[in-house]
C-alpha cells in the first residue's frame, strides 16, 4: 500500500515536471521574440506583428465568419478594420498580440470605403501600442510585381498569443473594375490592388505591406469583377482611408461637401428594347441643341467609352452618366462604322420644357 | 589517409557559406520581373467586345461548339399500319361519355393530367437553364498580343465566346481601334484579328523546343488597368501538352489575363494564355486559379498563322475510326468507322490493323490517337494498313482529314447553352 503511494506520488510529480518543461520549452520554440530575424521577409513580419490584432464577433450566418484581423493606428487604441457584420455592439472583442483580450468599443463607420474603427481602452494594454500610419504619398507607391506579405488571421488559426499569419505574393496591377461582393454590389469604387498573395476569410482587415515595411493596402473580402466574373485577392490602398482616420483619431474635420444631385442631359437617346438584356449603347436620336448635337453624334452610333469608363451597355451609359453633374466636361469615344472616334462633350442641365 | 578533419572543416564551412549566400536570393528576382515587364508591357493590348449573348459555361460548357453528336438511333422497323376496318372506326359518343385513349396514344393537348404534367415543367427548367452550374462568362474585357507591326493581333478565343457584335482593340500608346475577325484555331483556342495601324510594337517569340520545364514563366495581362499590365508570377509546368500545341503553367490564369502574353526573364512571349483542356470540348475555364493554366505557343505555327490570316477556322482533325481497346499493339485495330468519316470513304473497314501513320510506327490505340489528335482539319496522311484476311500491308492514302464533328459551328437556336442574368442592384448590399 504505502508502496503504491509512493509510485503514485512519483509519477505526478514526474508528469507536473515533465508538463512545466513542455510549456517552457513550447514557449521557447515558439516564441517569435527569442529567435533573430534573418531574412527580409522575416524582418518585416517581425516588425509589423505588433501592430496586427485578431477581432472576433457575433457570428451571423452560417457562412459569414465571426472573426476578422484590425490594424491598430494609434497609441490610444484606435483599430481599422473593415465594416462587416461581425463588428455588433458590445459583442466585439480585440485579442492583441500579447494574446490579452479588450473589449472594443465601435466607431462610425465609412459607408462608401467599408471600414470601421474600432476603439480599445489603452490604460488595459501591457506595454505601449505600436501603431502603424498609412505612409506619405511618395511612400506608398508600388509597382505591379513587387514582392508584397499580407498579415492576418486567416481562418482563425491564430488563438490567443499565436500569430497572425503571413502570406507572401506579389502585386498583379492596380485595377479600377466595378466589385460584387456575393450578389450585392460594392459601393467603393476607387481603384483597388491585386495580389496573389492569398486572401481568405478572416484575412479580411488585414495588412498588405512590401518588404521594407510600408503599408500599401487594407485587405478586403474575396471579391467578384463584374466585369469578368472571376474572384479577386484585393487590398483597399491605405492611402485612401488617411480622410476617414484624419477625422476620427485625430479630430480633423472632414470637409463635408453637399452635393445637390442634378441630373445631366445629353439628348442623347439610345437604341433600347424593352425587356431584353440591356444592348450597346447605340444612338437612336439626337436632340438639337444639346451637348450630343455639338460633339457630333450622329444615329447608330456606339457610345463606347466615357473618360475612363467602358460602356458596354446602354445601363452603364446611365449609371456612369450620375456620376457627373451639369457643366462637367467628358472625353467620349464612339464608334461609327469601322472608324473609332472621340471627342469632348459639355455635360449641361435639362432645359425646362 | 586521414581525411576526417577535411570533411569536418567542410561540413562546418558548408551551410555557412549556403546561408549567407542564398538567404535574400529571391530578392534578386524582382529587378529581373520589372525588366521583362518593362520590355513585354507594349506589346499586351486590351480587348474589349461588346454585344452578343451571356451564356453559362458548366462542366461540358462548349468553346469548340456543342457536345459531341450522340449516337445515332438505330431505324426501327416500320410497321404497315393496319387499314381500320369499319368494326374499330370511333363510335360517335353518347352525350356524358369520355373519349377512350388508346394505351400507346398521347393525351390532346387540350386536356392534359395535371400530374403528367409536373416532369415536363422540371426538363423545361433544365433546358433553360436556370440553374446554372460551373463559370458565368460576361460581356467584358480581356487580352491579347500584337502579332506584326502592320496590325495583325493575336487574342484567346475565349473573347469571341459570346459572338460579340463589336471587338475594340486598345493598344497602348497608339489609340483604339476597330478590329475585325479573321481566323481562329478552335483546337488551339487562339484567334486572329485585325485592326487598321502600322508602327506597333512587335514580340520576339521563343520556339518550344527553347523551353525548359521548370524556367520562369510570367502571365502577363492587360484586362482591368490600361495603364501598365497585370503581372502572375509562375513557371512552365509541362511541355508539349494538349498533343503538342500548349506548355502547361502554373501561374494564375484567368478571364482577367486570358489572350495575355506569357513571357520568360528575357520579356520574350513563350505563348499565349488561353482556357484548354485535354478532352477538347469542355472550356477549360472551370481551372483557373488553380495552378493549371495552359499557354499555346506561338513560334511554331507560322504556318498556321498564315491559313488563319487567309481566314481560315481551323479544327482539330477527325480521322473516323472507332478502336480497339483489347488490341494491346502493334499497330491499331478499328472495330468500327462511322458513316461520314474520312476512313470509311477511304475504304478502312472492321478488322483493320493500322501500322504506320506518314512513317511513324503505330505503338498501340492510344499512341495512334495523339498521332491523329495532333492534326488539324484539310490536312493529310498516308497510313500503312494491314487489312482483314491478308498478310501484306498496303498503303492508303492520302487521306484528308475532317474536321471534328463536335467542333463545327453552332447552327440553330436550339443549339445555343443555357443563358440567365445574374440579379443586378443600384446601390446596397
Known sequence: MRFAMIVVASATVFTAHVLTAQTADFGKAYSFDERKPKTQIERTVHKLLPSIAKIHGASGLATIKAYATGIIVSDQGHIVTLDQILLQKDRTRVVLFDGTVHDATLIRADDKLGVRLLKIDPAGVNGKLQPLWPPAEEQSKYRNGQFVVSLGNCFRLAEFSEKVSATFGVVVGKANTALRYRMADVKYDGDIILTDACNNPGQYGGGLFTLDGRWIGLNMRLLDSKETNTMLSAALPARDLLPYLEEHVLGKKRDVVTKKVVPVWTGITLFEQAGRKSPPAYVERVKRNSPGRKLGLKIDDMIVRIDDFSIRSCKELRSVLNKYKPGDTVTVMWKRGTRVMTGDMKLAEKPKK | ?429
Not at chain 2, 37 to 57: C, D, I, Y
Not at chain 2, 100 to 109: A, H
Not at chain 2, 210 to 224: E, I, K, N, S, Y
Not at chain 2, 238 to 256: E, H, V
Open chain 2, 1 to 429: 589517409m586521414n581525411l576526417r578533419p577535411a570533411i569536418v572543416l567542410t561540413s562546418l564551412l558548408l551551410p555557412l557559406t549556403a546561408q549567407q549566400g542564398n538567404l535574400d536570393e529571391f530578392l534578386k528576382l524582382e529587378p529581373v520581373l520589372q525588366a521583362a515587364l518593362k520590355r513585354a508591357g507594349p506589346f499586351v493590348v486590351t480587348v474589349e467586345t461588346f454585344g452578343g449573348t451571356r451564356h453559362s459555361m458548366g462542366k461540358d460548357g462548349p468553346t469548340d461548339g456543342p457536345a459531341p453528336p450522340k449516337p445515332r438511333p438505330k431505324p426501327k422497323k416500320v410497321e404497315p399500319t393496319p387499314v381500320p376496318t369499319p368494326d374499330e372506326l370511333p363510335k360517335p359518343l353518347k352525350p356524358g361519355e369520355k373519349p377512350k385513349e388508346k394505351p400507346g396514344e398521347k393525351p390532346s393537348e387540350g386536356k392534359q393530367d395535371p400530374k403528367n404534367d409536373k416532369p415536363e415543367k422540371k426538363d423545361k427548367k433544365k433546358k433553360l437553364g436556370l440553374v446554372a452550374t460551373g463559370f458565368q462568362q460576361t460581356q467584358g474585357k480581356t487580352s491579347g498580343i500584337v502579332l506584326t507591326s502592320d496590325g495583325w493581333i493575336m487574342i484567346s478565343r475565349f473573347a469571341l465566346n459570346l459572338n460579340p457584335t463589336t471587338i475594340l482593340i486598345n493598344v497602348p500608346g497608339h489609340g483604339t481601334y476597330h478590329a475585325e475577325r479573321v481566323g481562329e484555331d478552335t483546337s488551339r483556342g487562339i484567334a486572329l484579328v485585325k485592326i487598321d495601324a502600322v508602327g506597333l510594337p512587335v514580340p520576339k517569340f521563343v520556339h518550344p523546343n527553347d523551353v525548359r520545364v521548370g524556367q520562369w514563366a510570367f502571365a502577363l495581362g492587360r484586362t482591368f488597368a490600361e495603364a501598365e499590365p497585370t503581372v502572375h508570377l509562375g513557371i512552365v509546368s509541362a511541355k508539349n501538352r494538349l498533343f503538342g500545341r500548349a506548355l502547361q503553367i502554373d501561374a494564375y490564369t484567368s478571364p482577367a489575363n486570358y489572350g495575355g502574353a506569357v513571357v520568360d526573364i528575357h520579356g520574350r512571349v513563350l505563348g499565349i494564355s488561353v482556357p484548354l483542356s485535354p478532352s477538347g470540348r469542355n472550356a477549360g475555364v472551370e481551372w483557373y486559379d488553380s495552378g493549371i493554366g495552359f499557354a499555346t505557343t506561338i513560334g511554331d505555327i507560322q504556318g498556321l498563322v498564315k491559313r488563319m490570316k487567309e481566314g481560315q477556322i481551323l479544327q482539330r482533325a477527325w480521322l473516323g475510326v472507332q478502336l480497339s481497346t483489347s488490341h494491346l499493339g502493334p499497330g491499331a485495330k478499328i472495330t468500327g468507322t462511322p458513316k461520314d468519316g474520312a476512313a470509311k470513304e477511304a475504304g478502312l473497314r472492321k478488322g483493320d490493323i493500322i501500322l504506320e501513320v506518314d512513317g511513324v510506327h503505330v505503338l498501340n490505340g492510344p499512341h495512334f490517337q495523339m498521332l491523329v489528335s495532333s492534326r488539324l482539319g484539310g490536312e493529310t496522311c498516308t497510313l500503312i494498313v494491314k487489312k482483314k484476311r491478308k498478310d501484306e500491308p498496303i498503303e492508303v492514302g492520302p487521306i484528308t482529314l475532317k474536321n471534328a464533328p463536335w467542333s463545327e459551328q453552332r447552327k440553330g437556336k436550339e443549339d445555343l447553352p443555357a443563358s440567365f442574368s445574374l440579379p443586378e442592384k443600384e446601390d446596397g448590399r
